[in-house]
């Protein structure tokens, strides 16, 4: 029995000659709500633009367990889209929807790697392709619903609130059936309230059966929701642990107080 | 409108004169006299252009003011719903239009049936183009290239195998296709105006490479005697086989719009659509961009190359003159003018660009600076094309939402 979800070791990435992430050892169990914090610029966006293949490490693995007892995939060299399909799915930090397409299209998109058709069926729109079509239409209002946006169906993404856009993000991630979902800063932005509801969806969310892995900025706000939290600093893990121990460490209080 | 505003659109209509009469004062208020050795100055001509610029540029802004308070540019919902939200005079309306265009040379001329036919041939050039540049968001400014593989697969086999242009319409459209593959693969990391860049050289190689390699193409003399499209292997005379090609034409068309319609809000044109919003997001969702940015290529490409042999058979005559970088330009004009992505806007685009300039000849020499000057007019006013692409409302059946 594996409980391990995705397994990381020595992962390195540089920009001409600067690191920006040295050496990163991490594993994330299935089924958990793990945080990466860190301060600004420390690297936390560039480990999941590592994960989700948009950077190619220079060194280092990532190992991806689909499933308790599945074998281990490597995801390092594997093109984004590949990994999608592999079950990773995630949101950015600095929104990227599909603005000029409706909240539902934009939903829909997620379920691209879950579904089949072709050229052919598009021209033809055979029964088989019709019910894909439905398939993809239902399954992403759904998602919409759960994510509160049933309300924006037909707007166009790019006219949404900015909280409903990132909630959007989130649903449209939702929609590729992710078995371990990265949220990179999903609370970037919000005001206290929004950000609270948002924090109760992901606990929800997680309560699904998902893994998930987020990133945020503000070390307070990970405490209440996460089991486990891993802090990078200049491209390091400096420490990881359990909330507690995290806020008792005193590397992390120097990271964050920058003594 | 409240005063101020008021006072910014007239300053704003006083600048569009003022420019007005800078860009047509070579041609309005400047005239050479050759014979007499003198120039005269029409300074008159600068005053009429300067007021109409400003009458028409503020009544411009006066209707947009009135069309849609407080928001320049309206955008959302499908223009199809703003127009006539009934579907069943759409449908009327489709149906008239189609009547039209098959009675069309039976009311016309063999001259005008011509003209319609090029008219036509451009729709489908603009479909095709709109499938790169409009949905996949590809700016390609060779197109021309393709559309010159097309004409050039049927009039090379035509003259060296004497294929006929049913065999060689599926030939050309896939070889063009394949051209489109093989101009995608090194420019699937280019974006933008890298993008524009290479593609702009590529229609140059094409175009140069037919110029210049003389065994293969015939260099610019060009070929000669293509035979017309066959009809159960009848001989048509010049008046049939004009009506024959528009014929076609008109269903090449029909096909053409049926196709990129179903595309459109298929699977694979969401993925088109994704690629052009936000290529790093549409990858992050798990499309494959390389098989998503060949395919738009490829399916463009088609197009031009069904095209190239239908103006190969329709001309019976080719040479690397007509496939210059200003066709390119005029197709991307049409896709841009008409709407990127739209179907109907397309349509429009093609008509108002290739029919426009005939029916303008009653204006003489004037004509191609009242062409132009139209053209600017219409991108200032509607920088986002004639016809807005609006996407599909989904009326969702399963669960009713009170909200929508
Ligand atoms: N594409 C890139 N090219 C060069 N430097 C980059 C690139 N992406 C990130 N960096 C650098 O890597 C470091 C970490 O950035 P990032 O991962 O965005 O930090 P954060 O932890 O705030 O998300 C920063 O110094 C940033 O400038
Ligand atoms: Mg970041």
């Known amino acids: ?259 | 409108m409240p005063a101020c505003r008021l006072y910014q659109e007239l300053k704003r209509s006083l600048l569009v004169a003022l420019w007005f009469i800078f860009l047509t004062f070579p041609l309005m208020v400047v005239k050479v006299d050759l014979v007499e050795r003198v120039v005269h100055w029409r300074w008159k001509n600068m005053l009429f252009v300067g007021l109409a610029g400003f009458f028409f540029s503020f009544l411009g802004r006066w209707i947009m003011q009135r069309k849609n308070p407080g928001k320049a540019l309206g955008k959302g919902t499908a223009w199809s719903l703003r127009f006539c939200p009934d579907p069943k005079i759409r449908k009327i309306l489709i149906v008239l239009l189609l009547c039209l265009a098959v009675a069309f040379p039976q009311i016309f001329s063999s001259y005008q049936t011509t003209i319609m036919t090029t008219a036509l041939m451009y729709v489908v050039l603009g479909l095709g183009l709109n499938i790169v540049v409009g949905m996949a968001g590809l700016l390609d400014l060779g197109y021309v290239a393709f559309y010159a593989v097309g004409a050039y697969s049927y009039a090379l086999l035509n003259y060296h195998f004497h294929w006929g242009f049913w065999t060689v319409l599926p030939i050309g459209g896939l070889i063009a296709a394949l051209f489109g593959v093989l101009l995608g693969f090194p420019v699937l990391r280019l974006r933008g105006d890298y993008l524009a860049i290479v593609t702009l050289g590529f229609g140059e190689i094409i175009r140069l490479i037919l110029e210049n390699w003389g065994e293969f193409s015939q260099g610019p003399s060009g070929i000669s005697n293509i035979s017309r499209p066959g009809f159960f292997g009848l001989e048509l005379s010049l008046d049939a086989a004009i009506l024959y090609i528009y014929y076609l034409m008109l269903a090449f068309v029909l096909v053409a719009i049926f196709i990129v319609g179903r595309l459109q809000h298929s699977r694979l044109g969401r993925a088109w659509i994704a690629l052009r919003e936000d290529e790093i997001a549409c990858e992050a969702m798990g499309i494959d961009k390389t098989k998503t940015k060949l395919t738009a290529f490829a399916l463009g490409a088609f197009w031009a190359g069904i095209i190239g042999v239908v103006f190969a058979a329709k001309t019976t005559f080719i040479n690397p003159a007509s496939f210059t970088f200003l066709e390119s330009a005029i197709i991307l004009s049409i896709v841009v003018l008409g709407g990127m992505g739209s179907i109907f806007g397309v349509i429009l685009g093609a008509f108002i660009l290739i029919l426009l300039p005939e029916y303008l000849r009653a204006l003489a020499q004037y004509r191609m600076l009242a062409f132009g000057i139209l053209l600017v007019l219409l991108m200032v006013f509607r920088p986002q094309g004639l016809i807005a692409p609006g996407r599909r409302a989904y009326f969702i059946t399963k669960k009713p939402d009170p909200e929508t």
Not at chain 1, 46 to 56: E, I, S, V
Not at chain 1, 83 to 91: D, L, M, P, S, W
Request: glycine share 10%; with cysteine; net charge neutral.
């Open chain 1, 1 to 259: 029995m594996n409980t391990t979800i995705l397994k990381i070791s020595g992962l390195s990435v540089s920009f001409g000659g600067i690191l920006a992430l040295d050496n990163l050892d991490l594993d994330i169990k299935q089924k958990e709500i793990a945080a990466v914090i860190g301060p600004n610029g420390a690297g936390k966006t560039t480990f999941f633009n590592c994960l989700t293949g948009l950077y190619a490490p220079s060194a280092g693995e990532i190992l991806f367990y689909p499933g308790r007892d599945a074998e281990a995939v490597s995801l390092k060299g594997m093109k984004p889209h590949q990994i999608t399909e592999k079950g990773v799915a995630r949101t950015f930090q600095n929104i990227r929807l599909f603005p000029g397409m409706t909240t539902l299209e934009n939903v829909m998109i997620g379920r691209h790697c879950r579904s089949r058709a072709s050229i052919l069926g598009a021209l033809f729109r055979n029964a088989a392709t019709r019910r894909e079509e439905q398939e993809i239409i239902d399954t992403s209002y759904t998602i919409l619903e759960r994510v509160g946006l049933a309300g924006y169906v037909n707007e166009l993404a790019g006219n949404l609130p900015y909280g409903a856009q990132r909630r959007l993000e989130m649903a449209r991630a939702l929609a590729a059936e992710p078995l371990l979902l990265l949220l990179d800063e999903p609370a970037a932005g919000m005001n206290p309230q929004e950000t609270l509801n948002i924090m109760e969806l992901i606990g929800e969310i997680a309560a699904d059966g998902l893994t998930i892995l987020l990133i945020e900025h503000d070390m307070k706000l990970v405490m209440s929701l996460c089991q486990r939290i891993f802090v990078i600093d200049y491209g390091r893990k400096i420490a990881q642990g359990s909330p507690g121990e995290i806020r008792s460490n005193p590397d992390v209080i120097k990271a964050y107080l920058g003594a």
